[in-house]
């Protein structure tokens, strides 16, 4: 095999110094990694977008939109999931004290409230 010169080249994602054959001609490579090749990508899109739609008012508004809709429905999973699990817990409490507490914790909720219908709220272990 011939002799072949390796040339030391800076990663322009992450700075780190790697080995590369050199050639006299061509693309030389940027990025030690994968991994920094498309972190880079990424970035390098992020950018472009973000120039391009800059000044697009209807892709704002439109963007506003989808993201509005997004967290609306991220909001109803979370409240969904904390609800069935405040469910549990209350499912699974023994006493009043720890129904109140579970409320407090869960809802921030006041005991107060609850006091005046505590009478109602005792329900035995076993009818559950």
Do not use: W
Not at 83 to 94: C, F, G, K, P
Not at 115 to 121: E, F, I, N, P, V
């Amino acid at each position: 095999m011939d002799n072949v010169e390796m040339v030391d080249r800076t990663c322009v994602v992450c700075g780190k110094v790697f080995q590369e054959v050199k050639h006299p001609k061509g693309n030389r490579r940027k990025f030690c990694s994968h991994e920094c090749e498309l972190a880079h990508r990424r970035e390098y899109r992020r950018e472009y977008f973000r120039k391009r739609y800059k000044q697009d008012d209807e892709y704002r508004e439109k963007t506003k939109y989808l993201n509005a809709q997004r967290l609306i429905e991220k909001r109803k999973v979370d409240k969904a999931e904390a609800i069935r699990d405040a469910a549990i817990d209350l499912y699974n409490a023994e006493t009043l004290d720890d129904i109140i507490n579970i409320l407090n914790e869960k809802f921030n909720m006041k005991a107060e409230v609850y006091d005046k219908y505590a009478h109602s709220l005792r329900v035995p272990k076993e009818s559950r």
